[in-house]
């Protein structure tokens, strides 16, 4: 048993959204779980639409169960106390310690959020009896003047549990002299001392030039710099950010199909995934997006859906919005087209329920009571109800036999009108963080339309190559197969050599050691 002790600790913000932070607490992680430290992520306060389940069974940001990973750790509660998750009709849902306790507004949320900070420094205070080195990721920016305190997700944080922060600026879209002197102006003189120093991110170019702006810098803050991290391009190969948006989104559309369009073959297959408003699990898609078999396309708003192997509805986070979206855009009558020429369709979460003829609402789950007609191309009718199903779980894929493991997490009951074929089969395991699948999802009668609950199918590897070899009747016969844990493993270990290449961990582990006691 590990002695009881209170681990070192070092927070990391950003001078603005989209810093890197994520990236680099990443990097951080996977660079001192290398050295044989016994480290560990938290991050007070998210707010994402794709979440991971704990292996309590609780949620956290996806952000922070690849950081979990990064540390060699599996995902826990402690590690992301309070998630935010967004829904529709400017609502959200708050998760503490994993669990959905209340749905709130804007502008209530502002007036609550002061009192989660004794739950969030209970959870941190927790993590730190385990683990010797805590690496803390903030949220947005510090320097939100105009926004009421206590900003729970940054400073206020970090004076609580005295923690040392660095700021993290990005270069790329240029401005970083004045994001961070102006951070640093906007900050009180307490707040300010707390930072000591920043790393200046996503750099492309000759390091020489930024010579000039350090004495700048230094003048106006007195922050020394502790690296300049060049742009990483490996991170394209790990999962999407947490709260991508369909803007982000359609831009990484560009960016892979132009790669595809460099490497495809007779043999790839093509993927279309409509861009609903409300998409939720955005990462059930990295592996297909890796995958050299694989052309993926997200079909955004005002587009039909080009001709394809196999159609794929997303997970949503407002369903009922999300299928009148897809009749107001035409891609009902797509879908109908597709499988007339026998093509596939698959379904997952969201997807799944539209995929069959009634979604019901009656408690105004997702803000308005209410029913809409569903796709039917699955003899399957969903209520949402309050109680959400979290669970790793594990099956069988019924037509090609693979094993599958993967996460639910969703609060419809999606019930078959006859005993149609089942997606999935129980899969028995002694594991003791696995359980059987809570619903077996639903096969149509002529096989073209499938859809279940379980996220994270194809990063099963078995599955993913047999999945696609049935739907492309044994037309691939790729010796290039993705190993995509295999190929996630090795993107941290280059992720976490190239953070070595540009931060000193010496200093940031000596910084973390100044930690004040609590």
Not at 98 to 125: C, E, V
């Amino acid at each position: 048993m590990r002695k009881k002790h209170h681990a070192n600790a070092l927070m990391l913000q950003g001078t603005h959204s989209n810093a890197g932070k994520s990236l680099i607490v990443t990097a951080l992680c996977r660079a001192y779980a290398r050295r044989g430290i016994h480290v560990a992520p938290f991050k007070p306060q998210n707010m994402s639409t794709n979440a991971a389940i704990t292996r309590e069974g609780g949620e956290i940001s996806r952000a922070q169960a690849l950081q979990a990973r990064a540390c060699r750790l599996e995902p826990r509660n402690v590690m992301n106390p309070l998630l935010l998750k967004p829904q529709s009709g400017h609502t959200t849902h708050i998760i503490l310690n994993g669990a959905h306790i209340d749905t709130t507004n804007a502008s209530t949320w502002m007036k609550r959020r002061a009192d989660f900070l004794p739950a969030i420094l209970d959870a941190y205070q927790r993590l730190c009896k385990e683990y010797d080195l805590i690496l803390v990721e903030g949220a947005g920016s510090p320097a939100e003047a105009n926004l009421p305190p206590p900003d729970i997700a940054n400073m206020a944080f970090a004076e609580a549990s005295r923690i040392p922060v660095l700021l993290i600026a990005s270069i790329d879209r240029g401005g970083v002299l004045a994001s961070i002197t102006g951070t640093h102006l906007l900050l009180s003189p307490q707040e300010q001392r707390r930072v000591k120093g920043y790393i200046i991110n996503q750099f492309r170019g000759q390091r020489h030039l930024l010579d000039p702006a350090f004495p700048i810098i230094k003048r106006h803050t007195s922050w020394p710099c502790y690296g300049i991290v060049p742009f990483m391009d490996e991170a394209q190969h790990l999962p999407l950010e947490d709260s991508l948006s369909l803007k982000e989104l359609l831009a990484h559309k560009e960016q892979t199909e132009r790669q595809q369009r460099q490497h495809r073959t007779k043999e790839t297959i093509h993927i279309a995934v409509p861009l609903i408003p409300h998409l939720a699990n955005s990462d059930d898609f990295d592996p297909l997006r890796s995958d050299p078999q694989c052309q993926l396309s997200f079909v955004p708003p005002q587009h039909n859906i080009p001709p394809c192997d196999i159609i794929i509805l997303p997970g949503s986070k407002s369903v009922i919005r999300d299928m009148q979206f897809i009749r107001q855009q035409g891609w009902d009558i797509d879908i109908y087209a597709h499988v007339r020429q026998k093509k596939h369709v698959l379904g997952l979460c969201g997807g799944y329920q539209m995929l069959g003829h009634t979604i019901e609402d009656p408690q105004g789950i997702e803000g308005i009571k209410g029913q809409i007609k569903g796709l039917g191309l699955l003899d399957v009718t969903t209520r949402l109800m309050e109680r959400k199903i979290l669970a790793q779980s594990n099956a069988i894929h019924v037509k090609t036999q693979q094993y599958v493991h993967g996460y639910e997490i969703h609060m419809g009951i999606t019930k078959q009108r006859q005993q149609y074929q089942t997606m999935l089969a129980p899969c028995h395991t002694e594991h003791k963080n696995k359980k059987h699948i809570d619903d077996h999802g639903t096969t149509s009668p002529c096989g073209l339309v499938e859809g279940c609950y379980l996220h994270a199918l194809f990063a099963n590897d078995g599955f993913r190559n047999a999945y696609i070899q049935h739907i492309t009747h044994h037309r691939l016969h790729s010796n290039n197969r993705l190993q995509y844990q295999k190929a996630l493993e090795d993107s941290l270990d280059r992720l976490a050599h190239h953070i070595e290449q540009a931060i000193d961990l010496d200093a940031l582990q000596k910084l973390a050691s100044t930690q004040e006691p609590p």
